[in-house]
């Protein structure tokens, strides 16, 4: 049997870093889709259906907390893990503990402790190795 392969949102506006965090992440062999705002992620979480988002406090439209909010609101039971990424201080923390994160990263982030998290909340793709 084939499994699907373990699909991360990265919500940011900061394209680079998308970019540079995405082809990262592909190259340990998760799928990765990207939303620049709110907007943009409440409709990708509804149409990627991921298995984890990587969420940025800070964007245009919006609070990226507000996502973390209406996710755990719409299915609290089943809640889609995330990781907030921001650069953004203290209040953000305790805010996004408070509302379902999972974990919580200032940027710049170690590429390797984010993955480590990853891999602990959602696993690691099939076939692939578990040296980075």
């Known amino acids: 049997m084939i499994m699907p392969e373990k699909k991360i949102l990265i919500v940011d506006d900061n394209a680079d870093l998308?970019?540079?965090?995405?082809?990262?992440l592909e190259g340990h062999g998760y799928?990765?889709?990207s939303a620049s705002d709110v907007?943009?992620?409440i409709k990708a979480v509804q149409k990627e259906k991921p298995d984890l988002v990587i969420l940025d406090v800070a964007?245009?439209?919006?609070?990226?907390?507000?996502?973390?909010?209406?996710?755990n609101a719409s299915?609290?039971?089943?809640?889609?893990?995330v990781i907030v990424v921001t650069g953004?201080?203290?209040r953000?923390?305790?805010?996004?503990?408070?509302?379902?994160?999972?974990?919580?990263y200032l940027k710049p982030v170690n590429m390797d402790t984010l993955l480590e998290c990853i891999?602990?909340?959602?696993?690691?793709?099939?076939?692939?190795d578990l040296n980075w």
Do not use: S
């Open 18 to 24: 998308v970019r540079i965090t995405g082809a990262f």
């Open 31 to 33: 799928n990765v889709v």
């Open 39 to 41: 907007a943009e992620a």
């Open 59 to 71: 964007m245009p439209g919006g609070d990226g907390l507000n996502v973390l909010k209406r996710l």
């Open 75 to 81: 299915n609290p039971k089943n809640m889609i893990p």
């Open 88 to 90: 953004m201080e203290a």
């Open 92 to 104: 953000a923390k305790a805010e996004a503990f408070a509302n379902g994160a999972v974990d919580f």
């Open 119 to 128: 891999r602990e909340q959602i696993g690691q793709p099939v076939g692939t």
